[in-house]
């Protein structure tokens, strides 16, 4: 039995502003971003707004991030924007890394600044002061704070959520008595925290691995990623957690008396994730349509339709939409209403494009039946005719099940564009084809000129040694030699 | 019937670090910062970092105003912490307010900038930019958004949380069709959101007002403000809500095109609230003894602190301890237990310095009784006994009363501070005598010449002309005359 209230979907296409088609990626990914609502340029080149729509977004992303963060132990807590330019000095790799993009405060209160004051682009330093005065003795320690702030990153090429000068995140700074406590902390938050967060919120399969020398964080002795492939093959590293050993500690001086009366320097570890989360889930979700909201974090997961064409069939349609409103609020879905005067295709494209993973058609005959009709954002040929008094019940069922399609859909693509392979001639056509483009699985002798050799000529980079290495060794793809340092590793082209 | 549990209370004062008296107020009130875990100083000059208790009180702050601000129609966004230099110029007031205490980026990515960015020190500018872009039409309005984010201003004395350099706030930004429109929601957010999240959040009574035309903000037509006395009896600005008529839409090209088909220039409106008000609760509610926290923002609402001497009488304690613990948790109360290797009376003193609502003592007698000791923190002698099984009722209502009692003193205070008199000689002996300062309530012919004169001579200013004016009229405190501007205004020494 079909319902009328999807007669006009088809007509109304022209009302919505076309997408570029999805073989065109960064257009289509640039387009869905701005028509969706998400962000908007700004005034200052490289850095974004972001509307309330994507800020929504981000607010509820943040409240599933913190929850976790605060679940395994942490606190909030607040450290200055500014930094002192010499304080990046003090971790040789860190200046390195970090001094060619930060911005720079020269001129504060009218007056030259006798120090020029870096805007943070990362706070493992200012922390790190702060943390040599209060950790005196192993009774400090484990200490576990977190903190919400922007950053700053002079890029050269931005792109929205992506890449951006400015940009929110979380960064955790942790300090610690033993280099295995430090090393166990950074595994729970990219496990704990960031996989699961993954997986149950954003509905991003991930692969947790470790970085090699050149892709690790500037200071850190080892960064742990979770690498996402999005719909065009290539790799986003989509959060990083880092045991940066005692070199922070020693360039900041984090000292400990231990419970042996010896002085100690301490570990310490820092891991983040930001606003390019949102760019991850776009480009794993999203399809010809625009973008697919995770059910879990989406601004608005259900959206009621109301169609009608005369009045007297209104008001009929307004009760019983009034009704099923209410009774999802009352069991915790974030629903809404579009009762703007478009026809209802103009609003079934809108919708679609912003991904809300639920439509509520409700037209007259509907009303007159009690019934409304859902209309799974991933699959429109489900729709399902439910009786008014099942709505709150199948409509947080269908938002999991709509989790799990997600998930399962990212998987199953990630899979697909996945290769085993020790043919370096394989690996090279695989990443020059953007049919075929993605991961490569092979082994890598542990040699930073191989891996400097294959980025040359392919483009791609090892986004991670996988934590779950496979039993046994092979012949690097690229030198052929094995041996202690041989390890397995994907290779992808990288956002 | 005493319980055993507070006999140590006297002896151990000494383990805590003694407070400034009061009467050095200023001297207390940083003790209290610095010592309570608030905040902490930084390696720059006039920022400030927030400590984990410091920041919780924070966070249950911004989520009772971010609720408020939602509930009253707004959403939250983003824009950008960069404003081109020349976006300040567009507005002449603003300009000339807040040129002299911008930071100013002139640095980047290793290359001077064409054009310096000041960092923002608020935000109207950017926003009026984008908001420029965004109305079109008279449907798009009102645009009614909010950001939380840092804002920076250059100042030349600062005090943790009430004046520094770098600090956190919300600040709201909207667009309406008519001059009515933006009052009434400039009325709306100083009194539904503000006025009201200072009474039933922070237990502060606060007097709605106008400010003078000196006191404005600048680009503001009209600046309303929350003023509190704080327990010097001098004033703060606990918040602020500004009409800003057409000024930064005439700068900024805010125009849409009304029903009639004609195209108007736009209003708008901007407030803020920020960590400053973090400095106004421990000034108004904070005693001899530290910090008293207004039980609905409290980071850690009861404090259980387990008493006993011998091994066989811990195990009782923790079993009780771990039962009320849970019973309160499951209530919704924030309930921690302090089980650290200190003497229950250095406990008692460490958490009164922290403010926490109310202690929670459970000797070896009381768990052998199954009952526990509840003292207020606003009222030691005001302990009671109450039985395990009613602990979880009766801590939420003690909460309660302890706000209310919070609240009443707060308003006693600034009542016994009050003065009506037209006597200048009177109202500059209060101004100069620390036992009386207070507010003194008055007619102000609205001269900014003799505003100006009173503040020469007696340091206090016009802290606002209350909402709610008396009937009638009378001659001018300073000049004598009477006449249409007459107001009836409050004056004050101001943070």
Not at 95 to 118: I, K, N, Q, S, Y
Request: glycine share 8%; charged share 25%.
């Amino acid at each position: 039995m079909a319902s009328e209230s999807t007669q006009t979907e088809s007509a109304e296409t022209k009302f919505v502003e076309d997408l570029a088609e999805k073989d065109d990626f960064a257009q289509w990914y640039q387009d869905v971003v701005y028509k969706a609502g998400l962000a908007d340029e700004s005034p200052v080149r490289g850095c974004m707004t972001i509307k309330p729509y994507g800020y929504a977004l981000w607010e509820h992303m943040q409240r599933a991030m913190d929850d976790r963060i605060k679940a395994t132990g942490h606190e909030n807590a607040y450290f200055p924007l500014f930094i002192p330019g010499s304080f990046l000095e003090r971790e040789a790799e860190h200046v390195e890394g970090f001094a060619p993009e930060v911005a720079v405060v020269t001129r504060a209160g009218g007056e030259e600044l006798a120090e020029p004051l870096v805007v943070r682009p990362t706070s493992e330093t200012v922390i790190g002061h702060m943390y040599a005065k209060w950790v005196q003795s192993y009774r400090d320690l484990p200490l576990l704070l977190n903190q919400w702030c922007n950053v700053v990153r002079w890029e050269k090429r931005t792109r929205p959520f992506l890449r951006t000068t400015e940009f929110l995140w979380q960064e955790g700074h942790t300090v610690h008595r033993t280099e295995q406590e430090a090393e166990d902390e950074t595994l729970l938050i990219l496990r704990q925290v960031y996989e699961d967060f993954f997986i149950k919120e954003l509905a991003m399969p991930g692969i947790p691995g470790l970085k090699s020398e050149s892709q690790k964080f500037p200071g850190a002795l080892r960064t742990y990623t979770i690498e996402a492939m999005m719909g065009d093959g290539k790799a986003l590293q989509a959060a990083t957690s880092h045991n940066l050993g005692q070199n922070f500690a020693r360039g900041f001086g984090i000292q400990f008396q231990d419970a042996d009366g010896v002085v100690k320097t301490a570990w310490t570890t820092s891991w983040g994730s930001s606003t390019r989360m949102i760019g991850g889930l776009i480009m794993v979700h999203g399809d010809a349509s625009g973008l697919r909201m995770p059910p879990r974090v989406a601004p608005i997961q259900a959206i009621i339709v109301p169609i009608w064409r005369k009045e007297a069939e209104r008001a009929a349609v307004a009760a019983l939409a009034g009704e099923v409103e209410a009774a999802l609020r009352a069991a915790g879905v974030r629903v809404k209403a579009d009762w703007r005067e478009e026809r209802p295709g103009f609003k079934y494209n809108d919708w679609e494009l912003r991904g809300v993973p639920i439509r509520i058609e409700i037209g007259p005959r509907d009303a007159q039946n009690g019934q409304v009709v859902l209309v799974p954002r991933t699959d429109r040929a489900k729709k399902e005719i439910v009786g008014k008094d099942g709505v709150a019940r199948r409509v947080p069922e269908m938002l999991a099940e709509i989790h799990q399609a997600l998930y399962d859909a990212a998987l199953a693509f990630r899979q697909s564009r996945t290769y085993r392979t020790s043919d370096y001639q394989e690996l090279k056509a695989i990443m020059g084809d953007k049919e075929r483009l993605g991961f490569v699985e092979t082994w890598w002798c542990g040699d930073g000129a191989c891996e400097a050799a294959i980025k040359a000529e392919t483009g791609a980079t090892i986004r991670c040694m996988p934590l779950e290495q496979p039993e046994g060794s092979g012949p690097c793809v690229y030198c052929g030699r094995a041996g202690e340092g041989t390890r397995w590793a994907i290779f992808g082209k990288a956002y």
